[in-house]
């Protein structure tokens, strides 16, 4: 679909043309809060500030969604000709997508061929999934008694405030964007603060697509202001987020404190890769680090914790050594490049910390160390970590959002599951076996909202993604998302 090539990008990243203005019904609009001034975590260089919103400037672009949902351009046209929209969505970025992938790896740092070849890919087929989704949407007409007639109808819930991340920020942009409109409804997109850049250009697209103005607005700024007032703002419907359990739970919070309204979050995870006697170690310990170093580190379903028998744990720290030695940051402008940078010098020194805290409390550094990386000069990037450590240590317990493997011994099966289940997140996990049915015995009894056997990281549009427990209960993907923007409303006829 697309293919990364040539090695001009750093040339092209210099005359790469950034959009800086909020986007409100349609236009560029200035923002009246302290501008964001965002650095390429590549080489440290300072990028062109970034129009921030207020708690006004949020209230502007909530009316203008709001507006257009009342107005019915989006929200009452056919779902056929929103699916044919969306579609041309699709195709617009999937023009612009080295554009696209090019503003990605120079706002937060991944390789400029992942952004391509892996986020964009995603992204378009995001948007044309859900467009062909859109008509397929179906009511329901209950049987009810001869004298009567009742119709239960889904209907969009109105303006839906969508908060994302920066470690895939389109396609989780996408994954929140696309259902929300296929239904009808209108949108205020919060982006992060670190990766504002990629999150404009698309609004300018869906406009170019013929989507109409208004129907998606973007606020850029930081959480405090312009996420906590489109929290607490009374005409927000729904808020989907993606993020850390602390500002996921503040979103609760505002719902709380102001209208009630619903709140999805996917507040991230500590993904076990549980390992069986039986299974093949080498291909299971690769595809867990691999999982684990996978966008730097920076996802939220990282296999960050390999689960492995006592006898076999020797071994893992090995294989898992090798990967990690194998697999070293290098400039993200460069296309021959698997890892990137860190997205930022504060996220660098906080993943730092995690191994330096697990050494002193005894843990085994096998591969990498605490120390910064240096693959392009300025830049804030870190090698893969492997770390021997017990379930008890913190950075077995706590989401690095970085490449550090932690590798723990169990004794058996029910020691296993006990440490795979022991931390208050449950977004994923993995489970390696040839037995059938010590696999589906065991899936069944890990607590998590997704589940690969002898796999890392698969998966289509078809299927929900989400969590349980501390990575609540917000789903994403599949025809259930668009559940989370929808009201149900029954219509009772009596009939003469």
């Known amino acids: 679909?697309?293919?990364?090539?040539?090695?001009?990008?750093?040339?092209?990243?210099?005359?790469?043309?950034?959009?800086?203005?909020?986007f409100i019904d349609g236009a560029w609009e200035e923002g009246?809060?302290?501008p964001l001034a965002p650095v390429s975590p590549r080489d440290g260089r300072v990028l062109p500030q970034i129009a921030a919103a207020s708690a006004a400037d949020v209230d502007r672009a909530v009316r203008s969604a709001r507006a257009a949902f009342d107005s019915g351009a989006w929200s009452r046209i056919a779902p056929r000709e929103r699916g044919q929209l969306l579609i041309a969505f699709a195709q617009k970025i999937h023009d612009n997508a080295e554009e696209l992938a090019l503003t990605i790896s120079l706002e937060m740092g991944k390789p400029v061929r992942?952004?391509?070849?892996?986020?964009?890919?995603?992204?378009?087929?995001?948007?044309?999934?859900?467009?062909?989704?859109?008509?397929?949407?179906?009511?329901?007409?209950?049987?009810?008694?001869?004298?009567?007639?009742?119709?239960?109808?889904?209907?969009?819930?109105g303006v839906v405030a969508a908060v994302v991340p920066w470690n895939f920020p389109l396609t989780m942009t996408a994954w929140k964007l696309a259902p929300a409109l296929a239904v009808g409804n209108s949108v205020v997109l919060k982006p992060a603060e670190h990766t504002t850049f990629s999150a404009l250009r698309l609004a300018e697209l869906a406009i170019e697509a013929g989507i109409p103005a208004g129907v998606l607005n973007v606020t850029p700024g930081t959480g405090q202001v312009a996420g906590r007032a489109l929290g607490e703002h009374h005409d927000v419907d729904v808020v989907t987020f993606t993020g850390s359990p602390e500002v996921g739970r503040m979103f609760l919070g505002y719902s709380a404190a102001s209208n009630g309204k619903r709140v999805w979050?996917?507040?991230?995870?500590?993904?076990?890769?549980?390992?069986l006697p039986d299974a093949d170690l080498e291909r299971a310990v690769r595809a867990t680090a691999d999982g684990c170093f996978y966008n730097q580190g920076q996802m939220c379903t990282a296999?960050?914790?390999?689960?492995?028998?006592?006898?076999?744990?020797?071994?893992?720290?090995?294989?898992?050594a090798?990967?990690?030695?194998?697999?070293?940051?290098?400039?993200?402008?460069?296309?021959?490049?698997?890892?990137?940078?860190?997205?930022?010098?504060?996220?660098l020194a906080g993943i730092a910390g995690f191994v330096e805290r697990a050494e002193a409390e005894g843990g085994q550094l096998v591969a990498g160390s605490a120390d910064r990386f240096h693959a392009v000069d300025g830049g804030s990037y870190f090698a893969p970590v492997v770390l021997g450590v017990t379930p008890r240590?913190?950075?077995?317990?706590?989401?690095?959002?970085?490449?550090?493997?932690?590798?723990?011994?169990?004794?058996?099966?029910?020691?296993?599951?006990?440490?795979?289940?022991?931390?208050?997140?449950?977004?994923?996990?993995?489970?390696?076996?040839?037995?059938?049915?010590?696999?589906?015995?065991?899936?069944?009894?890990?607590?998590?909202?997704?589940?690969?056997?002898?796999?890392?990281?698969?998966?289509?549009?078809?299927?929900?993604?989400g969590g349980v427990k501390g990575s609540g209960f917000?789903?994403?993907?599949?025809?259930?998302?668009?559940?989370?923007?929808?009201?149900?409303k029954t219509t009772w006829i009596e009939l003469s």
Request: some cysteine; overall charge negative; proline content about 4%.
């Open 1 to 22: 679909m697309f293919t990364a090539t040539g090695d001009d990008w750093a040339d092209r990243a210099a005359t790469l043309s950034l959009r800086t203005r909020m």
């Open 32 to 34: 009246s809060a302290e």
């Open 114 to 157: 992942e952004a391509l070849q892996t986020e964009l890919r995603a992204v378009v087929n995001c948007f044309r999934w859900y467009g062909e989704a859109a008509d397929k949407v179906l009511d329901e007409m209950p049987v009810t008694a001869p004298g009567s007639l009742a119709l239960v109808t889904r209907e969009p819930a």
């Open 265 to 275: 979050p996917e507040l991230g995870g500590k993904t076990a890769s549980l390992v």
């Open 303 to 320: 296999s960050s914790r390999l689960l492995v028998p006592r006898a076999q744990y020797d071994r893992a720290l090995e294989i898992a």
């Open 322 to 347: 090798e990967v990690a030695r194998t697999s070293l940051p290098a400039d993200p402008f460069a296309v021959g490049t698997s890892m990137g940078a860190i997205v930022s010098e504060k996220q």
């Open 393 to 465: 240590h913190e950075v077995a317990q706590r989401e690095v959002f970085g490449p550090v493997l932690s590798v723990i011994a169990y004794d058996d099966v029910d020691d296993a599951l006990e440490i795979a289940n022991g931390t208050e997140f449950g977004l994923a996990a993995a489970l390696w076996s040839t037995d059938l049915n010590a696999v589906h015995t065991l899936s069944r009894r890990l607590r998590a909202g997704i589940v690969w056997v002898n796999c890392f990281e698969e998966g289509d549009m078809t299927i929900p993604f």
């Open 474 to 488: 917000g789903r994403d993907k599949s025809l259930h998302a668009l559940e989370k923007f929808t009201d149900l």
